[in-house]
Nanobody, 128 residues
Framework: HVQLVESGGGPVQAGESQRLSCKTS????????MGWFRQAPGGEREGVAV????????YYADSVKGRFTISRGIDLKTLFLLMTNLKPDDTAMYYC?????????????????????WGQGTQVTVSS
């Protein structure tokens, strides 16, 4: 039974930092690319950051480059998203995602359909 469980969201002030975590289970870690997506109220789900879990190459949406960092735990079973200098526009539900095999991670940022497993989401609210 594949599961992705996020944690670490909550309310923060603009300019502060927050780290999201995603614990994965039920499949062989390292065989799939992973990523973080977000969806603001009334908006579409969009890619934030993705990575090749085995090799470590990372890719980011332009809106978060230089502020967000995606990484993985040593056992490859935990995914992190460190968010710094948060802005009110970053307010959204953040989802951990497992990407379909065979799809390059860098192309998945703009393609939520590239995801085959979603976490339940964790809310991040940034106030000014």
């Amino acid at each position: 039974h594949v599961q992705l469980v996020e944690s670490g969201g909550g309310p923060v002030q603009a300019g502060e930092s927050q780290r999201l975590s995603c614990k994965t289970s039920g499949y062989t870690a390292g065989r799939y690319c992973m990523g973080w997506f977000r969806q603001a109220p009334g908006g579409e789900r969009e890619g934030v950051a993705v990575m090749y879990t085995s090799g470590g190459n990372t890719y980011y949406a332009d809106s978060v480059k230089g502020r967000f960092t995606i990484s993985r735990g040593i056992d490859l079973k935990t995914l992190f998203l460190l968010m710094t200098n948060l802005k009110p526009d970053d307010t959204a539900m953040y989802y951990c995602a497992r990407l379909r095999r065979g799809i390059p991670a860098e192309s998945a940022l703009g393609t939520p359909n590239a995801v085959d497993i979603w976490g339940q989401g964790t809310q991040v609210t940034v106030s000014s």
